[in-house]
Structures are given as C-alpha cells and as structure tokens.
Nanobody, 121 residues
C-alpha cells in the first residue's frame, strides 16, 4: 500500500557530495516523521537524520554540519544533502517514514529498500 523509493546513491571521492531523495507513494493519509538511516557492512543500522512535518530536524553527531535533511510535504519526499563525505560514510542508506494510511487512525513505520553510498578514491 505504501512504497518508499530512494535514489541518488553512488560512488564519490572523499570530500565530494551526494544528494539522496526518497519519495513516498500509495494510500497516504499523512506523514509525520521522515528520515534517513544507514548500515555499514558488519554494523548495525544507525540513524543519520530525521525531519518532522513541521520541519524540525535531528542529526547524529557525526553528521552535524556536513549533512542537511529537508522535505517537500506536498510531494511526500525527503532529501539528504551530504557534503564533505568521508570513507566512513560508506553504507547503504535507508529512507524511513512514519505514515498514517488513508482511512486509518494509527501510524506505522515504513522503510525503503536502500541505496548504496560508497566513498572511495
């Protein structure tokens, strides 16, 4: 009923930039929080940044000042601008959204399939 589709991953050199996008589609009533998580090989999934429908943002400490999360509520899309990328940013990046489906009262968490980001020279 709901799909989250990420795009924008790829291979960049250290110090470079990437912009990830994630569009939610389906029988969406409303979306509260959207965000990005990442999982590096051999590590647990960790939060990168989140943004509420009102525009309040949170960031993991290591991303503050380098990453910027934003969203377009009309398009149900969340973005992650990543600058000054480091090799340790290499991971699969997953989009997340807390969505209330149309005709339902409660919200559930939805995830995208992930997009690979590789930082290497």
């Amino acid at each position: 009923q709901v799909q989250l589709v990420e795009s924008g991953g790829g291979l960049v050199q250290p110090g470079g930039s990437l912009r990830l996008s994630c569009a939610a589609s389906g029988s969406i009533g409303s979306i509260t929080t959207m965000g990005w998580y990442r999982q590096a090989p051999g590590k647990e999934r960790e939060i990168v940044a989140t943004i509420t429908s009102g525009g309040s943002t949170t960031y993991a400490n290591s991303e503050k000042g380098r990453f910027t999360i934003s969203r377009d509520n009309a398009e149900n899309t969340v973005y992650l601008q990543m600058d000054s990328l480091k090799p340790e940013d290499t991971a699969v990046y997953y989009c997340y959204a807390r969505i209330r489906l149309m005709l339902f009262y409660s919200s559930n968490d939805y995830w995208g399939r992930g997009t690979q980001v590789t930082i290497s020279s």
